[in-house]
């Protein structure tokens, strides 16, 4: 077979997706790659939108692929190979905000208090160049920063898989596990929240916010592939 041949019938495997789960369960380091490579994105993203940060996105997204590539030979194709990727994903980010809750509830606390304590200061007199101002200065870029992670756990993910990742309503719908009608109400609660929120500029930019491409998305790429067995 000449090598035009063999780089067609790849390339048609790649767009199968039991052909394509059936190399990566073989073992098929180059189809395991681009399955990676091909989902980084919407999987960042759909994991950040449950867990607002950026390390945990990224920790969680490489335990689901892991978890997808141990039971790869199991997938029956009854739905897209990415929506069930996806789907393993947010049972993985959803237990570990579940398993974080307390901790995060602390933190939340914790902030606050430190905000209303840097108040206190300013109000006695602290110079512009204190380590006061330096801290709240910080406090408010995260705030700023996390303008979006404000909408409610439920609002946010369908916002992220639908407006920002494009997908169809009846692809979130599934991944989330919830009735069409339910991700309807969702969706327009959470548009309505950021049109509240953000100026019409704003809004329009979201598609262009939590980039993961490039040097991030090799980085993730190379330590899943190197935690695959074989």
Sequence with gaps: M?????RARTTADYNDDLALARRCAAGDRAAAEHLI?????RMFRTAWSILKNRAEA????QAAY?????SMDRFEGRSALSTWLTRILVNEALGRRRAS?????HLEREGVAMIDACRERFMRGSQPDSPEVAIAREQVRKLLEEAVADLPDHFRTVFVLRDV??????????IL???????????????RDLRARLAPELATALTGTFPFA???CAALTERVLAALPG
């Design 165 to 174: 990742e494009g997908l169809s309503g009846a692809e979130t719908a599934e």
């Design 58 to 61: 990224e920790e969680a997204v």
């Design 37 to 41: 490579t091909s989902n980084n994105r």
């Design 101 to 105: 809750e307390q901790r995060r509830v």
């Design 214 to 216: 490039g040097v991030q």
């Design 2 to 6: 000449s090598r035009i041949q063999t």
């Design 66 to 70: 892991l978890l997808a590539f141990a």
């Design 177 to 191: 596990d919830i009735p069409v009608a339910t991700m309807k109400t969702r969706l327009l609660r959470a548009r």
